[in-house]
Structures are given as structure tokens and as C-alpha cells.
């Protein structure tokens, strides 16, 4: 006999995207796959600035680390959304940087 699904706990098919561990270095292969980006887009975005990339001797590899990772993420997440040019983001990333973190806002509910 076939027991009847349960309503009340339906089952979970979502996917976890990879979180990369502290302290470790990915090679470019690697953090694309965990950017979930193609590695010409990581390419480009170390080419302007918007991911920093660790080299390593002795013949110049490509290594990438957690922040990096959340970096190509982000900038992917802004690309995607917004539609803009690697130039346009390269300025918007250089100001944000330049503010800094920004403070969290106070509640205006209920002030006119």
C-alpha cells in the first residue's frame, strides 16, 4: 500500500550554491565553476580591477581566495541585473570602495 504524500512537509529539490572554505586558494577553473560564470567573465573582471587574483610562482597561476570568489559573485549579481558595461561597473565598484561601508539607515516610519 501507498503511503500519501505528506501535505504538511512538501520535499525540498533547491540547490545550495558552493561555498568556498577560509584560507584556501582556488585555481581559475575552480572559482568560476563556484561563481557559476565561465572563466573568460573571471578573466575580464581581474583585467579591470573588479576581482583581485593572487599569482603564483613559479610560472604565474591564477589563484583566487573566499573574498574573491564573493567578489566575481557580486559583480556578476550587478551585471546580470542591471545590464552595464565593465567600464560603468569598474567606476561604481571604485566609489563604493572609496565610501566605504555605509552606515545602516534609521526607521522613518511614521515621520512625514
Known amino acids: 500500500?501507498?503511503?500519501?504524500?505528506?501535505?504538511?512537509?512538501p520535499p525540498v529539490y533547491s540547490l545550495e550554491i558552493f561555498v568556498p572554505r577560509p584560507g584556501e586558494l582556488y585555481d581559475l577553473g575552480a572559482a568560476a565553476a563556484m561563481a557559476c560564470v565561465p572563466r573568460?567573465?573571471?578573466?575580464?573582471?581581474?583585467?579591470?580591477?573588479?576581482?583581485?587574483?593572487?599569482?603564483l610562482p613559479p610560472y604565474g597561476v591564477l589563484a583566487f581566495t573566499e573574498d574573491a570568489i564573493y567578489a566575481i559573485r557580486r559583480v556578476e549579481q550587478v551585471r546580470r541585473l542591471h545590464g552595464v558595461d565593465i567600464g560603468l561597473?569598474?567606476?561604481?565598484?571604485?566609489?563604493?570602495?572609496?565610501i566605504g561601508p555605509m552606515p545602516l539607515a534609521r526607521s522613518t516610519a511614521g515621520v512625514l
Open 89 to 98: 561597473l569598474t567606476a561604481l565598484f571604485q566609489l563604493l570602495v572609496e
Open 1 to 9: 500500500m501507498m503511503s500519501s504524500p505528506d501535505v504538511m512537509h
Open 40 to 55: 573568460r567573465i573571471v578573466l575580464l573582471y581581474v583585467r579591470a580591477g573588479l576581482v583581485a587574483a593572487e599569482v
